[in-house]
């Protein structure tokens, strides 16, 4: 059975920094690629970073250089470092595989930024 939990999500202020992690299980984690996607309310849930079995990463201009995506194997966790973190970021987070998502998602974590 596929599962995701995520974990990390707190209120933070502007230009502050925070760590995420997903554990997740019921897949071949490894051979796949993830991402973490994010949503607010009244929008869609978008991609805003994405590892391959290869570690190699890509993300969404609008986190370029302040989010860095990793993952752990062995642990069948990905994390996702966020720096610089602006209003914007506020959201609810969410990992799944990165380039055809499963229909099943975990509780997401809030990321809420604000002074």
């Known amino acids: 059975q596929v599962q995701f939990v995520e974990s990390g999500g707190t209120l933070v202020q502007p230009g502050g920094s925070l760590r995420l992690s997903c554990a997740a299980s019921?897949?071949?984690?490894?051979?796949?690629?993830m991402g973490w996607y994010r949503q607010v309310p009244g929008k869609q849930r978008e991609l805003v970073a994405g590892i391959n079995s290869s570690d190699n990463t890509n993300y969404a201009d609008s986190v370029k250089g302040r989010f860095t995506i990793s993952r752990d194997n062995a642990k069948n966790t990905v994390y996702l470092q966020m720096n610089g973190l602006k209003p914007d970021d506020t959201a609810v987070y969410y990992c799944?595989?990165?380039?055809?998502?499963?229909?099943?998602w975990g509780q997401g974590t809030q990321v809420t930024v604000s002074s």
């Open positions: 019921g897949f071949a984690f490894s051979i796949y690629g």
């Open positions: 799944n595989r990165r380039n055809v998502p499963f229909d099943v």
